[in-house]
T-cell receptor
Framework: DVKVTQSSRYLVKRTGEKVFLECVQD?????MFWYRQDPGLGLRLIYF???????EKGDIPEGYSVSREKKERFSLILESASTNQTSMYLC??????????FGPGTRLTVL | AQSVTQLDSHVSVSEGTPVLLRCNYS??????LFWYVQHPNKGLQLLLK??????LVKGINGFEAEFKKSETSFHLTKPSAHMSDAAEYFC??????????FGAGTTVTVRA
């Protein structure tokens, strides 16, 4: 079974802090994704990576950056956290058959 | 652009009765469609997917969905709801660039 893990389930940060969210997958997938989930909005794509050191902006990239130094690890970075970035963050990796497997999510609160 | 609309934000059913979650899609080409489920405080789990083979797709936990091109619909059903089906369900369509577009979600409540 594909396993996607995220470094934290719950995180509380202060406005202006730099925040790192880590995601690791164990199936050698090339494509990985970061989403945020907000009530009534479904999931929205922040960034995705189609290979090591390759990244592309999603639908809502403002205020975020990403890093993919190794195939199994995809990090989401909030350079200066703001209260409107309080959300659930979900990481996923994609099979060659276009199925995405998700991690358990990180619920981030920015105070 | 590819998109999905989930017609109900909340569905409440009694245990043992059928469940119907409605989804309409918009796509300029033959799409791949998915249903995902999210239990409280968990990540999303793939329930089933349609990829232009059979129009009736069977998934896990007794769920199935029917692709109807004429109605641009991909409704999810289950003949008999169980308490463990209480969750949020997302209808999803793939985009040409292999990204996914998610519906807003339908929350299912199951009454004992």
């Amino acid at each position: 079974d594909v396993k996607v893990t995220q470094s934290s389930r719950y995180l509380v940060k202060r406005t202006g802090e730099k925040v790192f969210l880590e995601c690791v997958q164990d199936m050698d997938h090339e494509n990985m994704f970061w989403y945020r989930q907000d009530p009534g909005l479904g999931l929205r794509l922040i960034y995705f990576s189609y290979d090591v050191k390759m990244k592309e902006k999603g639908d809502i990239p403002e205020g975020y950056s990403v890093s993919r130094e190794k195939k199994e690890r995809f990090s989401l970075i909030l350079e200066s956290a703001s209260t409107n970035q309080t959300s659930m963050y979900l990481c996923a990796s994609r099979t060659p058959y276009n199925e995405q497997f998700f991690g358990p999510g990180t619920r981030l609160t920015v105070l | 652009a590819q998109s999905v609309t989930q017609l109900d934000s909340h569905v409440s059913v009694s245990e043992g009765t059928p469940v119907l979650l409605r989804c309409n899609y918009s796509s300029s080409y033959s799409p791949s469609l998915f249903w995902y489920v999210q239990h409280p405080n968990k990540g999303l789990q793939l329930l089933l997917k349609y990829t232009s083979a059979a129009t009736l797709v069977k998934g896990i936990n007794g769920f199935e969905a029917e692709f109807k091109k004429s109605e641009t619909s991909f409704h999810l059903t289950k003949p008999s709801a169980h308490m463990s089906d209480a969750a949020e369900y997302f209808c999803v369509v793939n985009r040409r660039d292999y990204k996914l577009s998610f519906g807003a979600g339908t929350t299912v409540t199951v009454r004992a």
